[in-house]
Structures are given as structure tokens and as C-alpha cells.
């Protein structure tokens, strides 16, 4: 990921939490934190795992970006061209039939629940 030319502060903090977490357990081995130890262990492992995480979807997001936006420039052109043969095909037929696909859509409107945004 470091190819791809930014910082992700996650894993920083991930790295953190995760070297904190370990000093707390050897200084509760040692006996300085006592209960407390216990206590701040838990709450940086929970910590270490939530920023591992979220650093982890991040990165997948940020390369999963990166690979799919020239596969939809790409395709995109082609889609329209299908957009607009399947527009025109439409009209054609909805001309042969008289007008009926407006009654049938009318039909459905008027019949169907609405949807829900």
C-alpha cells in the first residue's frame, strides 16, 4: 500500500494501542498497575483491534478504488451506447403497440405499492 502514495493513520494507531498494550502487560506482570493493569490491557486490545480494523477496510477501499475506476471509464461509453438502443427499441415497439406500454405502466403505478426511498 505504500506504492500507492498515502499515510494511513489507522494502522498508525493500531500500531500504537497495540505497543501501549503490550507495556501495560509487562508492567502489570511487574506488579505497577495492579487491578488497574487488568483493566487498561482490555480496554487496549479492544482498542488495537477496532483501529486494525478500520485500517484494514480503509486500505481495501482505497485499492479497491484504484482498480475499479478505470474499469468503469472503460465500460462506461458502452453502456450508454446500450442505454440508447434499448431507448430507441423501446419507443419503436411502444409506437407498433399503439400507446399500450403508457396504459400498462399507468396499470402498475396505480395497482403497485409505492417504493420506499
Sequence with gaps: MAGRGFW????TLAWITAALTIAVAVLEGLGVFRDLGVVLGL????LTMLF??????RSSVGALRADM???LERI????????DQLGSRLERIDT??????QRIEDLFVERLPPRSA
Design 8 to 11: 494511513n493513520l489507522w494502522w
Design 43 to 46: 480496554v487496549g486490545l479492544a
Design 52 to 57: 486494525g480494523l478500520t485500517a484494514s477496510t
Design 69 to 71: 475506476i478505470p474499469v
Design 76 to 83: 462506461g461509453e458502452p453502456l450508454e451506447r446500450i442505454d
Design 96 to 101: 407498433q403497440l399503439g400507446g399500450r406500454l
